[in-house]
Structure formats: structure tokens, C-alpha cells
């Protein structure tokens, strides 16, 4: 599924929520910079939203905007949100399809939408948890949303 999400959107420069286990890799198959939820040495920070996600990795933000992936948890959706607003930045969100309560500031920002998966498609998605890697299925139709904020 990421294959199809980078033909439409990509290529990634960065991966915004993840760790060493599940980061996306580019198309030569080389894992993504990105930023991890706890202290990792491969990650470029611990915490996505202490940064400014506007810019290249390693560069300064005149050095060109950044294309990013993530594919947040739900609960801190809204919050992910406005921090790609807040950075001006350009992002691929994961999101259910879905009219929630963060749908109207994702809307605002959004330039394109693929579809993923309807309700409880199996075969889309993986999840990693303390059991190791398994099928995730979600109760609502995923997407991916291409939004930009100036």
C-alpha cells in the first residue's frame, strides 16, 4: 500500500511517526528519516511534534519544503493536524474517511484523497505491537490525504 501511496504523493522525505520497526522505506529501499514516539539512535527525534516538519531533514527550511508521511494514531489526530498546519508544512495523512471532530482542519488543508480501504477491509494494513506485527483493520474507510498548509 505504501508503493501506491508514494506513486500518487511521493517520494518521502520523512516518515513522522514511527520506529525502527515499521519506518517506511523509499523507493530504493532504504528506510525513511523519521521521527519516533520514544528515544531511538536511528530516529531523528524523539517527539514529531517538538519540531518543525516544514523543512528537508538536514537542511534549513529555505533548503525546500519537506514531503512527509504519517500515519498518526487516532487519538492524537486533531493534534497532528494542527501541527502540520501550525508548520506550514506538506504531509500524507493517514485518516479514517470519516467526519470527526479533526475532519473540518484536515479538509481545509487537503489537496488530494486515495483511497485505502472500506470498513474492516483486511489485507491493507499492518500494525506493530508487543506481539509482534499483525493485520490491522479499521472500523472505518481509510484514506490517504495530500494536505498543505501555506
Known sequence: MFLKISATYGPFD???MASPANVQKDLQGRRLPFYSQYYTDKAMAADVFSVDIAGRPGLPRSGGRARNYCFPPLGVL???VEHVRRCKAR???????????????????CLGKLP???PREGGVFLKYDKGGIREFRSKFRMAAFYVQFD
Open 14 to 16: 520523512t516518515d513522522l
Open 78 to 80: 486533531g493534534i497532528f
Open 91 to 109: 504531509c500524507v495523512i493517514i485518516a479514517p474517511d470519516a467526519y470527526e471532530s479533526w475532519f473540518p482542519a484536515l479538509a481545509s488543508g
Open 116 to 118: 485505502l480501504s472500506a
